[in-house]
């Protein structure tokens, strides 16, 4: 059941293969950049709710659960529900639903960090403050949202290319 020698057909699926497997890894490159674009703006909201609202963060995110795509969405829900609802702890509740969340997206360690770390930089400061710590994560995430989108144009054209001649070469080396 193997490939025969001079098999056009198999020549293709290894093509195909080779192509898809490298779209593949251009894909989860878009899907960083969509998540870390999305959790700039969940910050940015969030910055809205605390500072012009006076919400409180639980307040904050039982809003952001309405408007939040997922994964964010339900990790949302379920931490509001268990802080403004039943009083649990907030940092505990947030690291345990959003690594929950993250588990299976294509996100670095770095980047996790940013979404995980954040009840941290917040403490139990007032609104102002509070405010003030979301507009330096805000700083980071778009300065690390420029990096992602310079490096994935070079990286996309370089590993599709090496996707194809990969393809080419398997193809030539089983004629």
């Given at each position: 059941?193997?490939?025969?020698?001079?098999?056009?057909?198999?020549?293709?699926l290894i093509m195909a293969g080779c192509v898809g497997f490298t779209w593949n890894i251009?894909?989860?490159?878009?899907?960083?950049?969509?998540?870390?674009?999305?959790?700039?703006?969940?910050?940015?909201?969030?910055?809205?709710?605390?500072?012009?609202?006076?919400?409180?963060?639980?307040?904050?995110?039982?809003?952001?659960?309405?408007?939040?795509?997922?994964?964010?969405?339900?990790?949302?829900?379920?931490?509001?529900?268990?802080?403004?609802?039943?009083?649990?702890?907030?940092?505990?509740?947030?690291?345990?639903?959003?690594?929950?969340?993250?588990?299976?997206?294509?996100?670095?360690?770095?980047?996790?960090?940013?979404?995980?770390?954040?009840?941290?930089?917040?403490?139990?400061?007032?609104?102002?403050?509070?405010?003030?710590?979301?507009?330096?994560?805000?700083?980071?995430?778009?300065?690390?949202?420029?990096?992602?989108?310079?490096?994935?144009?070079?990286?996309?054209?370089?590993?599709?290319?090496?996707g194809v001649g990969a393809g080419v070469l398997i193809s030539i080396l089983l004629l």
């Open positions: 059941m193997g490939l025969k020698m001079g098999n056009p057909a198999g020549c293709i251009c894909a989860d490159g878009e899907r960083r950049l969509s998540l870390m674009k999305q959790t700039g703006r969940i910050y940015e909201n969030m910055k809205y709710y605390i500072a012009y609202q006076k919400a409180t963060v639980p307040e904050a995110l039982g809003n952001l659960a309405q408007n939040s795509e997922e994964p964010f969405r339900g990790a949302f829900e379920k931490i509001y529900a268990e802080v403004y609802g039943e009083g649990k702890d907030f940092p505990l509740s947030w690291q345990r639903h959003m690594e929950s969340a993250l588990g299976n997206q294509p996100l670095s360690g770095k980047e996790k960090e940013f979404i995980l770390d954040f009840p941290s930089c917040l403490g139990f400061m007032e609104e102002s403050a509070q405010s003030l710590a979301l507009d330096g994560l805000l700083r980071e995430i778009n300065l690390h949202i420029e990096e992602l989108q310079k490096e994935r144009k070079d990286k996309n054209k370089m590993i599709m290319s090496l």
